[in-house]
Nanobody, 119 residues
Framework: QVQLVASGGGLVQPGASLRLSCAASGSLFSVYTMAWYRHAPGKQRELVASIRSSGSTNYADSAKDRFTISRDNVKNTVYLQMNSLKPEDTAVYYC?????????????WGQGTQVTVSS
């Protein structure tokens, strides 16, 4: 079992920054691929960013040049630094963990944290 707790969301104005955190409990955190997804009302859930054990990262086009995903394997925590936030970034953000290169790996989700960008 892997438990994920997301935090750091809030209400901000366009152009502001937020740093989301996801604290993980369980074993083998450093082995997991970690990711941030978001789900806005009326839209499909989308992958925002992911980071592998090697440090390799992927970003959605909408997140490139504005968001940065990172991980701290000592603290068992993954972060999402979000800069230059836009209203279209408004969504519930979910932390995700999955074993890489395992087809039938369990997928673990955090509870989600609300990010609202509005003037």
């Amino acid at each position: 079992q892997v438990q994920l707790v997301a935090s750091g969301g809030g209400l901000v104005q366009p152009g502001a920054s937020l740093r989301l955190s996801c604290a993980a409990s369980g074993s083998l955190f450093s082995v997991y691929t970690m990711a941030w997804y978001r789900h806005a009302p009326g839209k499909q859930r989308e992958l925002v960013a992911s980071i592998r054990s090697s440090g390799s990262t992927n970003y959605a086009d909408s997140a490139k040049d504005r968001f940065t995903i990172s991980r701290d394997n000592v603290k068992n925590t993954v972060y999402l630094q979000m800069n230059s936030l836009k209203p279209e970034d408004t969504a519930v953000y979910y932390c995700n963990a999955k074993l890489p290169l395992v087809v039938n790996s369990n997928v673990y989700w955090g509870q989600g944290t609300q990010v609202t960008v509005s003037s």
